[in-house]
């Protein structure tokens, strides 16, 4: 997804690592009974639902839509064919279109989520300018994919069913066109944002093998999602959404 929200990065650090993109977890395939229904604590997929981020990526002024749509696609995997919802993401820098991305998502029988990867677009000057980062399970199959998409065997693991700090797991495993290790830090977490303050948070740290890339951290909020991105010169906070709750207080 976007690299100024969702996307993330990889690194080795002690804890359970869950090896994605080209390869699956151990102890055989993900069962995809019901891929559709995405209700996993930390990435819900709300059709019809909306969220908005500001914050600053550099000097500029960074804005982020976030559009949980209707439209689906199926995939092909181990013979089986996995129906995935769509996200689209928009990301603007100064009021300047930057990138539109679509993003594919389905749930396995055991509740973690998986990345069936995205298309990009790319923007310079209002025209897009290229596709990086595009990655597809099987590739580019349908009319609109960018040719140069790349071709991954597996989907990567999104969101596992409960995390637990230390555990790691990989949304993107296709070097070098795109990587992603996402890290756990912390558990529990409370954080207080203008939009609302949020309890039993995850905080993240994200790292990548691409040149050029930055950890950054994120925190996630039950029956949320991301609410809060921080990297080396990025800061995103979610300041509206429709269909999510913006406090969420067990009590």
């Not at 509740?111 to 298309?119: D, K, S």
């Amino acid at each position: 997804m976007s690299k100024s929200t969702l996307v993330p990065f990889a690194a080795v650090l002690a804890g359970a690592l869950v090896l994605a993109g080209s390869a699956l977890p151990p102890g055989g395939n993900p069962q995809f009974s019901n891929p559709m229904d995405i209700d996993n604590a930390y990435v819900p997929f709300v059709v019809g639902g909306s969220k908005t981020y500001e914050g600053s990526s550099g000097s500029a002024v960074a804005e982020v839509f976030d559009e949980y749509l209707s439209a689906t696609r199926a995939f092909s995997l181990n013979g089986k064919s996995v129906q995935c919802r769509q996200l689209e993401e928009i990301v603007y820098e100064d009021g300047v279109l930057q990138e539109i991305s679509q993003n594919w998502f389905a749930q396995d029988d055991a509740g973690a989520v998986w990345y069936f990867g995205e298309t990009v677009d790319n923007y310079v000057d209002g025209s897009i300018d290229n596709h990086d980062g595009s990655w597809l399970v099987g590739g580019p199959t349908q009319p609109g994919d960018p040719i140069e998409t790349a071709t991954a065997t597996k989907p990567g693991l999104f969101m596992p069913a409960a995390p637990h700090p230390g555990d790691q797991w990989k949304p993107e495993d296709l070097f070098p066109f795109v990587d992603e290790t996402v890290t756990l830090l912390k558990a529990g977490v409370e954080l207080e944002l203008a939009a609302g303050d949020f309890q039993g948070v995850i905080l993240t740290r994200e790292t990548s093998l691409l040149k050029g890339s930055t950890p950054e951290k994120k925190w996630y909020a039950p029956d949320v999602g991301v609410v809060q991105v921080k990297g080396a010169s990025e800061y995103l906070e979610i300041v509206a959404a429709q269909g999510f709750p913006l406090v969420h207080d067990p009590d």
